[in-house]
């Protein structure tokens, strides 16, 4: 006689097929979840970790040097000279570099005022310059060249310590 598996018989809803879900099953579906979310946690901390900073401790931070050109209604030529980005943000105790590249104009000495640092930015070139973020505060990053409207300016961006 061959042996047939059980079935329940339908309960008048349609539904002919009784499920039994065991308790190590249940287990088994939790400790996938919490696998699953572990992982997901691990990956954002790593993608985090990549983009703020290296296994040195110091995080690198791209500038580049933009110009804005327009004609007045006149037919006057304006021009001013920026940092993109204008403002940067790090915490205090945080150990940067900021690598700045010279797109437009062909030199932007600067400072970086109360940092101690200063540099020059040549057009075509990369420039490195690092400090620790001792201190909360705002710091401005200033072109020598372009400090001011008069001088195609202000070219001044924003270093946020917090």
Not at 96 to 111: D, E, M, Q, R, T
Not at 128 to 143: P, Q
Request: proline share 4%; charged share 25%; net charge positive.
């Amino acid at each position: 006689m061959a042996h047939e598996p059980s079935r329940c018989p339908p309960n008048g809803t349609g539904r002919g097929t009784v499920w039994m879900v065991r308790r190590r099953h249940i287990l088994l579906a939790i400790g996938m979840l919490i696998l699953a979310a572990a992982y997901g946690l691990y990956s954002r901390q790593q993608e985090a970790r990549s983009v703020t900073g290296s296994a040195s401790g110091e995080r690198t931070i791209h500038l580049v040097t933009g110009e804005f050109k327009s004609t007045t209604a006149d037919g006057r030529e304006i021009e001013a000279y920026r940092w993109d980005p204008g403002t940067i943000v790090v915490h205090k105790g945080e150990k940067v570099k900021l690598s700045i590249y010279g797109v437009n104009g062909a030199s932007h000495p600067f400072i970086i005022e109360g940092l101690g640092v200063k540099g020059e930015v040549r057009k075509g070139e990369e420039t490195m310059v690092s400090f620790k973020a001792d201190k909360e505060g705002i710091y401005r990053i200033i072109c020598l060249t372009h400090p001011d409207k008069a001088h195609n300016g202000p070219m001044i961006g924003y270093i946020v310590v917090d």
